[in-house]
């Protein structure tokens, strides 16, 4: 007959609590950096966005706030997973980073405003589903990725 020993080892709850504050405070600066992306993108857009979506049910405006929060949401996973090790500096890093890429595409949203053929307070406003806001979206997610590659 086999027996078999269970080992569990020591368990450091010192280590597991500066994990949990620091894991807390890395979820406070990324929910920052995607507020103020929404705060940027409301900005850029014409009206109330909160209103536009979630009031209006406008579409297009849905299809452009998603497509923006997910290429921060890359932003911000990829300022944390390369911040530094130590946690004050780390934190700093990824709220710069994150800010720079709030920056960056909200640039990107005034170039494309500029360079397609509708303007997006149009497009935004408009009640029926567009297949200009998917050209949009796929844009910002791919400004997104290339803001989150350039990280260093």
């Known amino acids: 007959m086999t027996s078999f020993a269970l080992e569990f080892g020591t368990i450091d709850g010192g280590d597991l609590g500066q994990g949990v504050v620091a894991t807390l405070l890395f979820f406070l600066v990324g929910a ?7 705060l940027a993108l409301d900005l850029l857009t014409p009206g109330n966005l909160r209103t ?3 009031t ?28 530094s090790d130590s946690l004050g500096q780390g934190l700093v890093d990824s709220a710069v980073y994150g800010f720079v890429g709030v920056v960056l595409q909200a640039v990107a949203l005034r170039v494309l405003d500029l360079v397609v053929p509708a303007r997006l307070a149009e497009l935004v406003d408009e009640p029926h589903l567009s297949a ?6 796929a844009t910002l997610l791919a400004v997104g990725a290339v803001n989150a590659a350039a990280l260093s």
């Open 32 to 38: 920052a950096v995607l507020s103020l992306g929404f």
């Open 52 to 54: 536009q979506v979630y």
């Open 132 to 137: 200009a806001a998917w050209a949009v979206a």
């Open 56 to 83: 209006h049910h406008r579409p297009n405006a849905v299809i452009l706030l998603a497509a923006n929060h997910l290429a921060l949401a890359v932003i911000v996973v990829t300022a944390i997973m390369t911040s």
